[in-house]
């Protein structure tokens, strides 16, 4: 699974914020150890055939469930059944039926065999049912905003903006909310599924479509089989009027489900796939498992993306245009996220919530390996950076062990510390033990688990298998331990010597050990030494210099997952840039140069040599950074802003400089700002409007009509939010959603932007507009896990949100008949109760 994490502006005006925010602790309740649920049941086939009542919601199943004990023998069946009627149970032997006894109760159905029936004696269970999704009680999480298992969407049609839809997401328990099943990710079956639907309506399941039937009514019957067992949180079903774009990897069918609007965009959007199971087929040494692959898209979904075995699932942010696309595919690293869970999650599948790391973080990882493939690796250092940054500055994450037996909601370990902190720790292991060793420990992995289960400690003696390496020591503070290195250091000159001793100090409750990288710049140039620190408070390594060093840059490469405290001259700044290969540290001294760059030479040359990088991302930092209504950098830099502006071959690197450019209130720059409106990419385009916007608001105000912000960044929207709130431009409402939705925290940073937001957050409430209302609790619901576990901000919110409702409400008295208002109503309820 992806799961969406909010960290732009708005978390930053929250965490960063100057008002005074109590704390809570954690209470001193104990949590219970979560041990791998104990199985006594091994589910072998299970059929199903079902049909949806659209109306109601609901669906019409009858199963064959095939399985037997798993070692002790029994007379009794136990699944897990949310929110059902069961209509029937009986015993099936070879199509011969006989009612059975159960009993059904808290989602739970027991059933009374026929008799005690010994390891590996298999029998067959009927069962007739009605599959409720609204009555489910479970509720949703932080990382899954809902667990009612089978959505159906729009499904009386009665959004005109919207199609109807119906998909399921299993992970972590729902499954069981629209099947009797076992619904722990350590059982594993073989499926079949019969769907009827109306023929209007494609369907996507697991596994190959077997057969397609005719039905009387306009229906059909599809019949999709999986003949490899995976486990029940995957099965998957979708159903809607979805345009199929085919594609294959070598003999093997790849299938793009996508919305017809967005059909012409399909291969741009989905269509680095092949190469995707192609390269981690090799990488691996493992070829894709699977008979097909197939990617869907589903509206109003409760996370980011899910793996279902070989019909993988998107939210809808994935449907984009050729303006965002050119720009950049902002969910191809989500693409080979689920793509790589086939192998890490699906084929291997971790056999208990408290050891997801053996699923999300080798996901989290593929991304940077792609990145890496495919872009340099610049691109894979720049996104993993951004990444493990998340979950450093993070402080509530400090304490969570990676494997987690204490978790009090099993949901709770899809976070930063599982995804992204898990991520840079497998880098970590990959720079430990080479290549080589490292991918093989993978495939072995792979191959001695295929079709089963695991966890970390069985992924650590794969690794030591193929390594011959003892990794306790790694595991044990990476994976079984929380926390990271908090470093310091200093560094004094011998001249009689000619030696530089450095002292790296950690400051953290618990020191770890870790091999280091550690540039010396001597007479200006880095000399690398590899060093290894001990778990203690403080290290001492010596080496030699003709001098004293101009600089010390520790964890020079950027492996070692570690929050590093520094001060550094502008002018080691300038010597770390222009001496550095490495992403992370060129990165880190752009940023180390922010407040001093435009009163310090080093500074403004460090500026102009990012501008003149190879690598985009570092020309687009500087290009954030510059402000050329200072004088020595406008001297200095001007010429270079305005070629890129004009002749970048990246969008976003184009639409940066004119950002800087608009920063003069300069009309000489008119000409780029309205060439720039012609542009596909909606980021040139946006920002040639915040150009022009500031030289002239009331030509901007007409200008936004006509562009696409779907996708475009919190920085620009917040440029055009005052525009298209005092002009009141209907067609932007939903453009805004997700940024007014947090104008509390805003109003901290910035007063002016502050009261432009809540203005649109009232005219948002005081509308008739769905979109943008869902846009608001959407992105409050996402961002909930990442906000302060604080009554002061939970209440803030909720005033916010009920101040909202009141305003819906008056809508609803004033327009009855209105065919949105009720659910736009009932998603602001639905927002407040999650946080209460």
Known sequence: MKKIFIAALFLGAIFNSNVAFAQTETSGRNVPYRATHTKTTELKHTKLKVNFDYQKEQMNGEEWLTASPFFYATNELVLDAKGMLIHEVALDKNGSKSPLKFDYKNDELKITLDKTYQKNQDYTVYIKYTARPNEVKQEGSKAISDAKGLYFINAQGKDPDKPTQIWTQGETESSSAWFPTIDKSNQKTTQEIYMTVPDKYVTLSNGILKDSQKESGNMRTDHWVMDKRHSTYLFFMGVGEYAIVKDKWRNIPVDYYIEKEYEPYAKQIYGNTPEMIEFFSKKLGYDYPWAKYAQISGRDYVSGAMENTTATLHGSDILQKPGQLIDENKWEDTIAHELFHHWFGDLVTAESWSNLTVNESFANYSEYLWNEYKYGKDQADYHQMEDVNHYIHNPADFKKNLVRFDYASREDVFDLVTYQKGGGILHMLRNYLGDDAFFAGMNDYLKTYEYGNAEAHQLRLAFEKVSGKDLNWFFNQWYFGSGHPKLSYTSTYEPVKKQVTVVINQSQDQPFEFPLTIDVY???????????????????????????????????????????????????????????????????????????????????????????DPFFRIREQALEQIDLTIPDQAKALTVEVEKLASNDPKTLVQAAAISALAKTKNAKYSSIYEKGLNAVSNAVKGSSLAGIAELDPSKAATSIENIDLNGASDDLISKLLPIIVKNKIEKQMPAIGTTVAFYPFIKFQDPTLGKSAEEGYNWIMSSDNLKATEKVTKVLVQAKSQMPDNPQVKMMIVQMLKDGLNKKMEVLKNNPNSPTINQQINAINKTIEAFK
Not at 582 to 597: D, P, T, V
């Open 522 to 612: 001597d007479s200006g140039k880095p000399i690398r030494k590899q060093v290894w620190v001990d778990a203690k408070a403080k290290n001492t390594f010596t080496f030699d210099s003709s001098k004293t060093p101009d600089l010390i840059n520790i964890n020079a490469d950027g492996i070692l997952v570690a929050d590093i405290t520094e001060t550094k001259t502008p002018e080691q700044s300038f010597l770390q840039f222009t001496g550095s290969k490495e992403y992370k540290s060129k990165s880190i001294a752009l940023s180390n140069i922010k407040e001093e760059a435009g009163k310090n030479p080093a500074g403004i040359k460090l500026l102009a040599a990012a501008l003149k």
